[in-house]
């Protein structure tokens, strides 16, 4: 099992961005999704999650201006950024939970993808 993300660029403050995560591989279901951040120097974070069913939760400092998305046919989450801040700009990391056929069975997992870097500067 692979994510994919992309979509991170350098913009100015105000701008808006979509990154884009598709997971793929042997898959069974994809349960929750989610965009974590790590700027520099500091710990990863929560920016937001999606459930399978559709039930989002947001760190407080992007609420209102990131809408996180999925589109489970394609096993694909989205982070719709607007009036990006600098304070915005990190390496922004795709994850999922995601179950795998394991023999007669299956085996629940996270994974993660490689990373987008997002750069808010004037």
């Known amino acids: 099992v692979q994510l994919q993300a992309c979509g991170g660029d350098l913009v100015q403050p105000g701008w808006s961005l979509r990154l884009s995560c598709a997971a793929s591989?042997?898959?069974?279901?994809?349960?929750?999704m989610a965009w974590y951040r790590q700027a520099p120097g500091k710990k990863r974070e929560l920016v937001a999650r999606?459930?399978?069913?559709?039930?989002?939760n947001y760190a407080n400092s992007v609420k209102g201006r990131f809408t996180i998305s999925g589109d489970n046919a394609k096993n694909s989450v989205y982070l719709q950024m607007n009036s990006l801040k600098p304070e915005d700009t990190a390496v922004y990391y795709c994850?999922?939970?995601?179950?795998?056929?394991?023999?007669?069975?299956?085996?629940?997992?996270?994974?993660w993808g490689q990373g987008t870097e997002v750069t808010v500067s004037s």
């Open positions: 999606i459930t399978s069913g559709g039930s989002t």
């Open positions: 994850n999922a939970d995601i179950r795998t056929p394991n023999g007669l069975g299956y085996i629940e997992k996270e994974y």
């Open positions: 591989g042997s898959i069974s279901r994809v349960n929750d």
